[in-house]
């Protein structure tokens, strides 16, 4: 029987130096490869990051503009209720300034006063009574304010003129009309609407007499002064 043989060729040095050229070459060339897609890979990744970091930056820039227009929204309401409240607010005399003007009207020791308000008018009592306070720290011989009921006289023509503010009346004696003229102008430096009655009151007894009449509209006291002082 006859056999087949398989013969084997033996490869030279050039063979196996040619063979190792190309698969080093391979190699290098798989390397290069492998090499740019790590590089493209990365730099897609670090595009994708970069867009994150924008789309982030841009949310908190959005957030922000959105803060900043609440916190103003904010502050302008507030403004807004401050001046309403300032604008409603009840007439008062502080504590400190109850006692600042009583010290200055102590010149007038003694003098007697009498301090009313219109019924029903639960403002005009209370700045009834810190006015009637200030002047028993000045000495003066003041009567517990009273209130007092005034009616509208029907049939005149034109409208009905409504007092308003502290309206301050004295008889014909000097010291009266100084004193009179001191408690205005106390009032006024404080912020608050008074006058001088000009018709001098008819009385044997030398009196100050005090009407506390419906609040002006707007901002009295400390918020009036500053509000000139814008």
Sequence with gaps: ???????????????????????????????????????????????????????????????????????????????????????????????????????????????????????????????ASDIAAVLHLANWNVFAPASMLQLAQAGRRGPTIIPTGVVIASTQDKTSRDATEALVNELLNFGFDAIKWPKIESNPTPTVFVTVEVRPEGAQGRAKLESHHK
């Design 1 to 127: 029987m006859k056999t087949t043989g398989v013969r084997f060729r033996k490869i030279s040095a050039d063979e196996i130096y040619s063979l190792a050229n190309c698969l080093l070459i391979g190699s290098l060339v798989l390397g290069v490869i492998a090499t740019g897609a790590v590089v493209v890979s990365g730099n897609i990744k670090e595009r994708q990051l970069k867009q994150e970091l924008s789309k982030t930056n841009e949310r908190a820039a959005i957030a922000e503009q959105r803060a900043a227009e609440a916190n103003l929204k904010a502050e302008e309401e507030g403004l807004a209720r401050v001046k309403l409240e300032e604008r409603v607010a009840w007439r008062r005399l502080t504590i400190d300034q109850q006692s600042e003007i009583g010290s200055r009207l102590g010149r007038f020791s003694g003098q007697l006063a009498a301090v009313w308000y219109n019924a029903g008018d639960h403002e005009g009592g209370v700045i």
